[in-house]
């Protein structure tokens, strides 16, 4: 990436998009070294994996939630089909002889053009309507695509892949499921790995974050900003809306395959509208539009719970309070207000801005 | 008729008054006019009978006007005189109910913001409406998306083509806010912006689009005459800069009376005059429509 | 016979979701805020009214006032504490807030009274057999009808109040314009409250009706109800008590419908696609209002 200086300083975009790459870079080397002296606990390292998961799902959201200005409720949709392609895949390579980190890197490949291919299609439609509106039918697609999920059998034996969508696929002696229904994908051969994921999570950060300092960038947010004024420029609003749609459920559907690999046993209601609002809490909490704030956001609260756990039973009642209360602070005016001017009084002197500065002359 | 009227006929004259006194055969509609130096090209803008209703409402009828390709133009007409309607159907915010355009001579029926936009009809609005959250330089670059070419690729992987535009939008941004010598500002996000200076960054982003015509929704609002003054060698400047066509609507008058060349007055959707500005400053049906008519003496 | 049972079963269900979407769509109209928490506090009212009957031996009717009552100081409560400290902060932060809220109300049920299903006793249990019709081929239970009637009396009850009462019409006023309302002298925080609490009392008769017909009471119960209410109220148009109303029973009987003529595990993927298509049709919903925007 090249730096861009103006003035002497960096851009904003630069100065986040370093503080982005900083963060996940440091926090991948420290978590590495003490895993390496035996300092992690194994509950933290069953949840490096998830976390990964869960940074590429919220930067991707961010991307149409903060970016675009379009609030979804449907993401989890988009990551259960990466995370379904990603095991069928895998389950189809495991016999192939390539090596792990080689079928790792197609499943999600798959993952990402499944999961972009149906964010596409679902896009046109879903992108013609504004607001809440919009926000009801991501949730719809979300449920039907986990409600079709529970439907779908899918199993492969020495005739090849089989898909159906019920139980009966006449697999041969030796056959096995892949996708189970209901009963979600079974007997998963494991094979993320934390670097896998450190590797997703830069994959993201890069795409998202050069996204938004380049010309598709300015449009996506110039129509977020004043669609009326967008279209008297000329931009073409439904596309620059649907190529953010895309290219965020394209890397939920990344996320999605790196999550599925995961676990060994996966089932369609992880990927409900709970899971959805889950990363939406990431994107909110961490700040529309601000890429590291996504990465904070989901790292915390995906190790919030775990953190909790001495208070037992009130563990998720206290996640629930927590959340209530940082959003009551950080958002509130009247708090806002009173710390910005508390800040103003004891810590700065007066900037100057744009407003003092510039005024005058025509 | 005489154009002194007392301050007492002009208070009792409501604006229904000047409806029911309005006289069809007053107005002073007649043939296209432009400016010599235009006159032996096709007018840039060649509007033909445009009108529009909202829900059986006449919003705009009528209106045929021709503009000249560096012309400065203006719309000047009470409030509610629908002067604003005839850049959202110029700029197909609204597609009219009757009648058409013709851009460069060309059919424009059916086209789309979207396509104006590209021939090259450019706009600000009465109410700002910039990309707040942007900074300054953005939002011109974001009105260079035709010029600034690369795709969805090499916006992602910024290889040496990105690198190449972008160099290229920074350095033509800055020479457009450069006219306002705004370049300074280039940095400062939109909103934070005083009003001013946001009312020209709406210019220099329409100007970016590299436009044919510029249309201006209220240049002056909310400036004071000093500001004013500077408007108008600026709206001139660029006409001169660009070589381009500037269709404004503005209610103060100083302004529209001395940078425009032809004037058109709206009244109820209807033009009822348009010439000069001197031809427009004694036109009887003018002062009617601004004033009332006066009242016979008893 | 097949039909017209389901049909009815179809109604009672939306029925159901009307009285849930009312809820929903007058909190939209008024605070332009998507109350996530709406479908928690039908689990709320479910379960003070199941406490009501088990534990204080009260009668049917006492135990869904009582819940009505925990209910509206509930609402009023979540409003004042949650949601009132955030208003003017733009629809996410509400969202998130009442997602926060939802949370809250799942996890202290579960708390207080664990995971494990109750059997929730049908409030209509002392009326006896469900009545028997064409030789006993078509059966219509009490809980069916009694929530027919009880969302014709709330819709009827609803329309007049915000048509004809002065705290109604004050409704009226805030969900138009906030800003004028309050110029007008309408007291905005009072009237989003009550706003709240009528919407909560109503929940809670939902809760008592949707768990007299299916009797399972968990802590997330309200929780897909509360969703598929929500899609009621966009399919009718949000903010439109009407819209309410119509969108909830077309979504119940859809449900029904699919379930029974398409498929039982598709019902809900159905449900969501007839929104999908309606609203791609009709992007403010079916009775919604259409706002465009000046330039």
């Known amino acids: 990436m090249k730096m861009q200086i103006k003035n002497g300083r960096l851009s904003p975009y630069t100065k986040n998009s370093i503080i982005s790459y900083g963060l996940v870079i440091g926090a991948f080397v420290i978590v590495s070294i003490l895993n390496s002296m035996g300092m992690v606990s194994s509950s933290l390292q069953g949840q490096l994996v998830p976390i990964c998961c869960y940074i590429v799902m919220a930067v991707s959201l961010n991307l149409v939630v903060g970016i675009s200005g379009e609030l979804s409720l449907g993401h989890a949709g988009f990551m259960s089909a990466g995370a379904y392609t990603g095991i069928v895949v895998s389950g189809i390579l495991e016999t192939s002889g390539l090596p792990i980190y080689g079928r790792l890197a197609v499943a999600i490949i798959c993952g990402a053009i499944v999961a972009g291919v149906l964010g596409f299609l679902i896009g046109i439609p879903v992108l013609r309507l504004r607001g809440d509106y919009l926000a009801i039918v991501t949730l719809a697609f979300g449920e039907i695509i986990k409600n079709i999920m529970n439907i779908v059998y899918a199993g492969k034996d020495s005739h090849g892949f089989h898909l159906k969508t019920n139980p009966d696929l006449g697999l041969e002696e030796g056959g096995r499921m892949l996708l189970n229904g209901p009963m979600g994908a079974t007997q998963v051969q494991r094979i993320s790995t934390f670097a896998a994921g450190f590797v997703l999570v830069l994959i993201t950060l890069f795409v998202v974050q050069n996204i938004m300092n380049s010309k598709q960038g300015r449009a996506i947010m110039a129509c977020r900003d004043n669609r009326i004024a967008a279209e008297s420029i000329g931009l073409n609003v439904m596309k620059y809306k649907l190529m953010a749609f895309t290219v965020s459920a394209a890397l939920a559907g990344m996320g999605g395959a790196l999550f599925g690999l995961n676990y060994s046993t996966l089932l369609p209601v992880k990927f409900n509208f709970n899971t959805s609002v889950l990363i939406l809490v990431f994107v909110v909490l961490g700040g529309l539009g601000n890429i590291w704030g996504s990465i904070i956001a989901a790292t915390i609260l995906t190790i919030l719970p775990e953190a909790l756990r001495q208070f037992a039973d009130y563990r998720m009642l206290a996640y629930a309070i927590v959340l209530i209360l940082v959003m009551i602070f950080t958002y509130s005016p009247k708090i806002k207000n009173f710390t910005q001017g508390f800040i103003d009084k004891n810590f700065k002197r007066k900037k100057p801005t744009a407003q003092t500065e510039g005024g005058g002359q025509v | 008729m005489s154009t002194k009227l007392n301050r007492d006929d002009v208070i009792q004259n409501t604006v229904y008054d000047v409806y029911e006194n309005y006289d069809e055969s007053k107005s002073t509609v007649d043939e296209i006019i432009l400016p010599e130096r235009d006159k032996d090209k096709d007018p840039i803008l060649d509007i033909r009978g445009l009108g529009i209703d909202f829900g059986g409402l006449t919003a705009v009828d009528e209106f045929t006007i021709a503009i000249g390709r560096t012309e400065i133009a203006g719309i000047i007409g009470p409030n509610g005189a629908g002067k604003t309607t005839i850049f959202n159907l110029l700029t197909k915010v609204y597609q009219p109910t009757r009648g058409t355009f013709l851009f460069d001579g060309v059919d424009t029926s059916g086209m789309t913001t979207t396509q104006i936009s590209k021939m090259g009809i450019a706009r600000t609005f009465q109410n700002i409406r910039l990309f707040d959250k942007l900074t300054v330089e953005e939002n011109v670059k974001a009105a260079m998306h035709n010029e600034v070419s690369y795709g969805l690729a090499s916006g992602i992987f910024h290889g040496p083509k990105y690198r190449k535009q972008e160099k290229a939008a920074h350095e033509r941004a800055l020479e457009l806010l450069s006219i306002f010598d705004m370049q300074d500002m280039a940095d400062y996000q939109a909103s934070s912006l005083p009003y001013g200076a946001q009312r020209r960054l709406e210019i220099v982003r329409a100007l970016a689009t590299n436009p044919k015509v510029l249309l201006l929704d209220e240049p002056a609002a909310g400036m004071n005459p000093s500001e004013t003054a500077e408007l108008m060698n600026n709206i001139r400047k660029i006409r001169d800069t660009f070589g381009i066509a500037i269709l404004l609507i503005e209610h103060d008058m100083s302004l529209v009376m001395n940078v425009c060349e032809g004037i058109a007055v709206l009244n109820f959707g209807r033009i009822i005059a348009k010439g000069t500005p001197e031809e427009i400053q004694n036109n009887p049906a003018v002062i009617e429509a601004y004033l009332g008519k006066k009242k016979e003496a008893k | ?295």
Request: include cysteine; glycine fraction near 12%; charged fraction near 10%.
């Open chain 3, 1 to 295: 016979m097949i039909f017209l049972s389901n049909l009815i079963n179809g109604l009672s269900l939306g029925s159901v979701y009307a009285i849930i979407a009312l809820g929903y769509t007058m909190v939209y109209g008024i605070s332009k805020m998507l109350n996530f928490a709406h479908g928690d506090v039908i689990m709320v009212g479910a379960y003070i009214s199941f406490c009501g009957t088990a534990y204080l031996n009260l009668p049917a009717w006492a135990s869904v006032i009582l819940a009505m009552i925990v209910c509206t100081a509930l609402g009023i409560l979540i409003e004042g504490l949650a949601y009132r400290p955030l208003r003017g902060t733009g629809s996410l932060a509400v969202l998130i807030t009442a997602i926060g809220v939802s949370y809250f109300l799942q996890n202290a049920a579960l708390l207080i009274w664990g995971s494990a299903p109750k059997v929730f006793t049908s409030v209509f249990d002392k009326l006896g057999n469900s009545i028997s019709l064409f030789d006993g081929e078509l059966t219509i239970t009490w809980e069916a009808l009694f929530t027919l009637i009880a969302a014709v009396i709330i819709m009827v009850g609803m329309t007049l109040f915000t048509g004809k009462t002065k705290v109604g019409k004050a409704m009226r006023a805030v969900s138009e314009d906030n800003g004028a309302a309050q110029l007008m002298g309408i007291n905005v925080n009072s009237t989003i409250s009550m706003t709240f609490a009528i919407g909560s009392a109503l929940a809670a008769i939902a809760g008592v009706l949707l768990c007299s017909s299916y009797p399972a009471l968990m802590p997330t119960t309200g929780a897909m109800p509360g969703i598929k209410a929500f899609t009621a109220a966009v399919f009718g148009g949000i903010g439109s008590i009407p819209g309410a109303m119509l969108g909830g029973i077309l979504i119940g009987v859809i449900e029904i419908f699919g379930r029974a003529f398409i498929s039982s595990e598709l019902s809900d993927a159905i449900v969501f696609g007839v929104l999908i298509i309606v609203l791609l049709v009709k992007p403010s919903g079916l009775l919604g209002k259409k706002i465009t925007e000046k330039v």
